[in-house]
């Protein structure tokens, strides 16, 4: 599980143009709550906070006016059309703490080549502890054959973790290939169009 350390600044201002300005200046408005404590309002650096979020559920040491704060993204906002943060909640979280993550899924091993695999959930949600939270969970689908599912039952967890989404939640699921035959309709013979003028000369003859 990573840990990465960045330097929070308080903010006083509020509201849409003090985000604005915020993120012109390079900074992404975010609020750190949790434990009942107060929520604090702070800035972070975009380009350190955006390379420490590539990660998944990181844990960020934030150090807000010389206070060392422990936290855990929980909401990230983004720009939906240039993907550019816009803001951040973030959960204060205590080493040995449990905590209910959303976690990826990665798949292991070869299925049935007839199949088309159908990723149904690309996570599930566990309990961990929030220095323990793994980066990715796996689940087998070696020989998998088409039409069986594998669920979040049959994903494998590390010791310590406790799954939290149903046990019947459906992973990956692998579909039959349909198999579609073309019908080529049969066309009759058509009699040549010009024998027919010849057989009624014939007959005028006899």
Same mark, same amino acid.
């Given at each position: 599980m990573?840990?990465?350390?960045?330097?929070g600044?308080?903010?006083?201002e509020?509201?849409?143009?003090?985000?604005?300005?915020?993120?012109?200046?390079?900074?992404?408005?975010? !609020? $750190?709550?949790?434990h009942?404590?107060?929520?604090? /309002?702070?800035? %972070?650096?975009?380009? #350190?906070?955006?390379?420490?979020?590539?990660?998944?559920n990181? %844990?960020?040491?934030? &150090?807000?006016?010389?206070? *060392? #704060?422990?936290?855990?993204?929980?909401?990230?906002?983004?720009?939906p059309?240039?993907?550019?943060?816009?803001?951040?909640?973030?959960?204060?979280?205590?080493?040995? #703490?449990?905590?209910?993550?959303?976690?990826? $899924? /990665? +798949?292991?091993?070869? /299925?049935?080549?007839?199949?088309?695999?159908?990723?149904?959930?690309? +996570?599930i949600?566990?309990?961990?502890?929030? +220095?323990s939270?793994?980066?990715? %969970?796996?689940?087998? *689908?070696?020989?998998m054959?088409?039409?069986?599912?594998?669920?979040?039952? &049959?994903?494998?967890?590390?010791?310590?973790? +406790?799954?939290?989404?149903?046990?019947?939640?459906i992973?990956?699921?692998?579909?039959?290939?349909s198999? !579609?035959?073309?019908? $080529?309709?049969?066309v009759?013979? $058509?009699? &040549?169009?010009?024998a027919?003028?010849?057989a009624?000369?014939?007959?005028? &003859?006899?």
């Open positions: 990573a840990e990465v350390s960045i330097k600044t308080s903010r006083t509020f509201g849409k143009g003090a985000s604005r300005r915020a993120r012109v200046a390079g900074l992404v408005p975010a !609020v $750190v709550y949790g009942g404590e107060k929520p604090l /309002h702070i800035t %972070l650096p975009a380009r #350190e906070l955006g390379v420490a979020l590539k990660e998944s990181v %844990l960020l040491n934030i &150090d807000i006016d010389g206070k *060392i #704060e422990l936290t855990l993204p929980k909401s990230i906002v983004r720009h059309l240039k993907q550019i943060l816009e803001h951040v909640d973030l959960v204060l979280v205590r080493r040995g #703490e449990k905590v209910t993550v959303a976690v990826p $899924v /990665h +798949t292991e091993g070869k /299925h049935d080549p007839d199949g088309i695999l159908e990723h149904q959930h690309n +996570t949600e566990i309990e961990a502890e929030a +220095t939270i793994p980066k990715f %969970l796996v689940v087998d *689908i070696e020989g054959a088409s039409g069986t599912s594998k669920y979040a039952s &049959d994903v494998v967890l590390p010791a310590g973790i +406790t799954l939290i989404s149903p046990a019947n939640t992973i990956v699921h692998l579909s039959e290939r198999t !579609v035959v073309e019908e $080529v309709p049969v009759a013979p $058509v009699a &040549d169009a010009a027919a003028p010849a009624d000369a014939e007959k005028k &003859d006899a």
